[in-house]
């Protein structure tokens, strides 16, 4: 399906623009998807929509045990928006035709059928949670207004699901924070560059979250082909204890900025300031007291932490100072180290912007919106337009034909 990038790739290895190039810049940009979001009442309504019509006799099935809406209106149901009262009542009988529909309708076999029946079961729990209105999370409280008791009702949970649905029309698009106050909704794409030549080497698009979408796993797995040891440049979002072992085992050397750490009182100790001995498995805090690393990482420091003068420096919590020492500390402690020389500072800002030039290029003329519904048409889609501006890069080098083969001038 790639053959159009994999073709310029052929043309890149021709003409030795890569020949001697030995460094690769990591980087990721959230792409904004296609499809509006949509709110846990429209995706409930829309996903029981879904099943009625992909699902055979669902459409029976539907008519016969729901009750919160009229299934054959798209829209939401006419209440009072602005009564809490009346959009909890809403939900909660959503859900409960949601379920009802669930319960009824058999089990199917792969296919569109069973894919709707798995989006309906996804969206009726992804954003609720089961209440007792007269428990001390209810709307009534053990002192509320009700104290006749009732059966336990569904809402709209306080915390966001992890990997939330956003569409139904879309179900792979995903919420995406690239910084702290900075929300998209759609999809990431990630790419590999050589920095002197701006040529992308590997590109994928994922969502925009979970684990096996982080800049960290996907930045690696970019990596895989590459058939020569290479110095990767990326920011700190790439600079994960594992990411760093797997690409040390390759062969592969990094400048990765690292994770900054966050002392737990401002201006105070950070982990660095604590010496940790990996043979020994002990860490030793800023004030001199030893103590031993458990079998799962964890140091605990309390009665240390009691009488201790640098205590205001160290820790606000009640119970001392902890710490958990992960599997790759030794590795994440010399990354820190590192990323204060000038062996590291000097190169990566000489190297790492050709990147987020490459990503600038990516996304202009309108091309921050993809165009298709998924992953697969718009990993597609990525593909052909990295692999248009590999073609107009090697262009600007001077690539012409040379008797029989591409080469840059």
Known sequence: PNRIFTAVQQVIAQTGALKGKTRRALDSTVL????ATQDT??????????????????????????????????G??????????ARDTLVDALVRDALAVLTALPEQGPGPAADAIGLLALIAGQDVELVDPDGPDGPDGPDGPDDQGGSPRWRIARQVAPDRVISVVDPEARHAHKTVHRRQDGFKAHVAVEPDTGLVTACRLSKAS???????????????NETEHVEVLGDSAYGSGIARATLAEAGHDTLIKPIPLRAPVPGGFTTDDFTVDHHARTV??????????????GV?????????????????????????????????RAAR??????????????HRPMVERSIAWLVRGGNRKVRYRGIAKNDLWLHHRLAGLNLRRLLNLGLHHQQGSWALA
């Open 41 to 74: 009442v429209t995706q409930l309504i829309a996903a029981i929509r879904r099943v009625r019509r992909e699902v055979p006799g669902a459409a029976e099935v539907v008519a016969q045990v729901t009750s919160a809406h009229d299934y054959d209106d798209p």
């Open 337 to 350: 180290r590192h990323a204060v020389t000038d062996a590291f500072l000097q190169p990566y800002r000489q």
């Open 32 to 35: 904004d998807d296609a499809v």
């Open 284 to 297: 030793t805090c800023p004030a001199g007291k030893t103590r031993p690393i458990s079998a799962s990482g």
């Open 210 to 224: 979970g684990a096996d979408s982080s800049d960290a796993t996907v930045g690696v797995d970019l990596l895989t």
């Open 300 to 332: 605990s420091f309390k009665a240390a932490c009691r009488s201790c003068p640098l205590r205001a420096q160290c820790t606000t919590a009640r119970g001392g100072r902890c710490l958990t020492v992960s599997d790759h500390d030794e590795l994440l």
């Open 76 to 85: 939401k149901p006419r209440i009072a928006w602005n009564d809490k009262a």
